[in-house]
């Protein structure tokens, strides 16, 4: 089964963000190593996802 193949770790981070006042939504792209965040800028700045993401133990950039 394909979800055998994901790691905890990523499942996590997603848990992890979707749990932070703001975001609406977090989703990790395991073999690409990517996340999308959505977030509401009036809540949450960029640089506090970033932030957070970060805190996590895993680098994170802004991609437009």
């Given amino acids: 089964c394909a979800m055998d193949a994901i790691d905890p770790v990523w499942i996590g981070i997603a848990g992890t963000l979707q749990r932070v006042p703001g975001i609406r939504s977090a989703a990790v792209h395991y073999a690409t190593k990517e996340a999308e965040v959505v977030y509401d800028p ?3 700045s960029a640089t ?3 932030a957070k993401i ?3 133990g895993f680098k994170a950039e802004p991609v437009n």
């Fill in 42 to 44: 009036t809540v949450i």
């Fill in 54 to 56: 970060d805190a996590t």
């Fill in 48 to 50: 506090a996802v970033i």
